[in-house]
């Protein structure tokens, strides 16, 4: 028995990654995972996660979701429900970048950023909470919600203004439901990570900037996936039915330097 055994989960953003990461986690913890992602083919190449996963001996279904669109939030949860029975915890993963400062990022940059990566996280969450609420409570709780922010929802992420103002407003939006909706026994926490190394593009794995986190980093490596899964594992189970509201930073000490 899994600590997450009989427990239905959303992770989006789930194809590659952190996503892919957590996804996997959950599965092999006894878990039905759905996979809500605009693509199914992994950045890292290789097998899309629900095969990974069913390949493993676990459950999982892939929904094409852009979590920008409320009319698709609403398909993602509905069919949930319909294979599942419920929806125990969400995982609020998609997020997308520009690497542009104030000056550079035009408007249509600004508002596809801020239309995933914060109104995107508000469509999830409402259409999760409006489920819980309509499902009974498990061990005193109706349901999780797990957003993924960033070391730079509290600093700066030099040169990404877009980004980091959308991750400062999941730190926020975090708070905000996990103390409107304790009565409703709901749990809402986010998991900050900082360098972790994916198959992600661009300057995420330009040589300078990983030269610069490393210095930056005291912990004598930077993060991997599995890290951030290991934490988002933890919020999901049992084990912290009296944590709420909290970011937890997975950042091997970065913010702590």
């Known amino acids: 028995m899994g600590h997450l055994a009989g427990k239905v989960a959303i992770v989006t953003g789930a194809s590659s990654g952190i996503g892919r990461a957590i996804a996997r986690r959950y599965a092999a913890e006894g878990a039905s995972v759905v996979i809500a992602d605009s693509v199914e083919v992994p950045i890292e190449d290789g097998l899309p ?20 669109d409320w009319a698709a939030v609403d398909r993602l949860v509905a069919a949930t429900v319909e294979r599942f029975g419920r929806l125990d915890i969400m995982v609020n993963n998609a997020a997308i970048y520009t690497s542009t400062n104030l000056l550079e990022t035009t408007p249509e940059q600004w ?3 801020i239309g995933v990566n914060l109104t ?25 919600i797990i957003n993924i922010s960033s070391q730079h929802g509290m600093v700066a992420c030099p040169g990404d203004f877009p ?4 991750k400062g407003g999941i730190v926020q939006m975090t708070r905000q439901i996990a103390v409107d909706h304790a009565q409703d026994l709901i749990v809402c926490n986010a998991i900050a990570p900082g360098k972790i190394i994916t198959g992600k593009p661009g300057i995420a794995n330009d040589p300078d900037a990983l030269a610069y986190s490393r ?3 005291p912990w004598p490596r930077l993060g991997a996936p599995d890290d951030v899964a290991g934490a988002a594992l933890f919020l999901a189970s049992d084990m912290s039915s009296y944590v709420t509201g909290v970011n937890l930073m997975v950042d091997g000490g970065w913010m702590a330097a």
Request: aromatic share 10%; with cysteine; glycine share 10%.
């Open 215 to 217: 210095r930056r980093t």
């Open 163 to 166: 980004y980091s103002v959308s």
């Open 120 to 144: 995107g996280f508000f469509y999830c969450c409402k259409r999760t909470v409006q489920q819980m609420l309509n499902q009974a409570p498990v061990n005193g709780v109706r349901g999780r």
């Open 49 to 68: 996660t629900k095969a990974v996963i069913e390949q493993a001996g676990g459950i999982a279904d892939y929904r094409p979701t852009d979590i920008a």
């Open 111 to 113: 508002n596809r950023v």
